[in-house]
C-alpha cells in the first residue's frame, strides 16, 4: 500500500543553519505531497504542498520539490530559527482523494 | 476564523471504561476527519465524513470504535470499553470540501490515557 517514510530525529541545529529533512514515498499513480509542522501544544497545520511531479511547494521559507524520479519530496530551509522549532510531517494522499497518509514525524530542534 | 475545537485536551480513565470524544469543525467545513496518533507516528485516518454520512470507516475498529455526527456538524468518537492500546492522541481534522485542493485544518487533539 501506499506509505510515507521520512528521516528519524531529532535533528539539532544551530540558528540560520541550512535544513534538510528527507521524504521519499511508494504509491500508486500521482499523489499529492504535504508537509505539516505541529509546534509544541498546537495542533498540526499545513506548511506547504506539490500536487504534480516537478511542482515546488513553498512557504514560511521552507521549499519542498516533488521528485517523481526519486519518489522524493525533501524539506529545505535556509536559514533555521528557533521560532522553527517543531515536529515536520511528510504525508501524501492518493491520486484525487483527500485521505492523507503521514511519515513518522521529524522532530527539529534549532538552538540559538 | 475560529478553528477546530476538541475536548477534553486530556483524559486518563481506566481499561474497559467508556470514554468520549468530541469536536467541533470550522463553520461551513463539510468534512469532517477522525485521526489517531500513537506516540512516535504519524496520525492515522479512524474515519471520515462527508456532511453526516460516513463514507470511510474502513480503519475505525467498529468492535469497540463508534463515532456520529448529527446534523453534518458537530461529531463525537467513543470507545467502549477502552484498552491499554486506546492510549493515543485524537485528532479531528475538517476540510471544506473532500479535495486535494481544501486543505485539512486540525484541531489540538485529545491526549487520552488509558491504565
Known amino acids: 500500500g501506499d506509505s510515507v517514510t521520512q528521516m528519524e530525529g531529532p535533528v539539532t541545529l544551530s540558528e540560520e543553519a541550512f535544513l534538510t529533512i528527507n521524504c521519499t514515498y511508494t504509491?500508486?499513480?500521482?499523489?499529492?505531497l504535504f508537509w505539516y509542522v505541529q509546534y509544541p501544544g498546537e495542533g498540526l497545520q499545513l506548511l506547504l504542498k506539490?500536487?504534480?511531479?516537478?511542482d515546488k511547494g513553498s512557504n514560511k521559507g521552507f521549499e519542498a520539490t516533488y521528485r517523481k524520479e526519486t519518489t522524493s519530496f525533501h524539506l529545505e530551509k535556509g536559514s533555521v530559527q528557533v521560532s522553527d522549532s517543531a515536529v515536520y510531517f511528510c504525508?501524501?494522499?492518493?491520486?484525487?482523494?483527500?485521505?492523507?497518509?503521514f511519515g513518522t514525524g521529524t522532530r527539529l530542534q534549532v538552538f540559538p | 476564523e475560529a478553528g477546530v475545537v476538541q475536548s477534553p485536551r486530556y483524559k486518563i480513565i481506566e481499561k474497559k471504561q467508556p470514554v468520549a470524544f468530541w469536536c467541533n469543525p470550522i463553520?461551513?467545513?463539510?468534512?469532517l476527519y477522525w485521526y489517531r496518533q500513537n506516540l512516535g507516528q504519524g496520525p492515522e485516518l479512524l474515519i471520515r465524513?462527508?456532511?453526516?454520512?460516513?463514507?470511510?470507516d474502513s480503519q475505525l475498529p467498529k468492535d469497540r470504535f463508534s463515532a456520529e455526527r448529527l446534523k453534518g456538524v458537530d461529531s463525537t468518537l467513543k470507545i467502549q470499553p477502552a484498552e491499554l492500546g486506546d492510549s493515543a492522541v485524537y485528532l479531528c481534522?475538517?476540510?471544506?470540501?473532500?479535495?486535494?485542493?481544501?486543505?485539512?485544518?486540525f484541531g489540538n487533539g485529545t491526549r487520552l490515557t488509558v491504565t
Open positions: 504525508a501524501l494522499s492518493a491520486y484525487n482523494t483527500d485521505k492523507l497518509i
Open positions: 463553520s461551513g467545513h463539510n468534512t
Open positions: 504509491a500508486t499513480g500521482y499523489p499529492s
Open positions: 465524513y462527508e456532511n453526516e454520512e460516513a463514507v470511510d
Open positions: 506539490a500536487t504534480k511531479a516537478d
Open positions: 481534522a475538517s476540510s471544506l470540501r473532500g479535495s486535494v485542493d481544501s486543505p485539512l485544518h
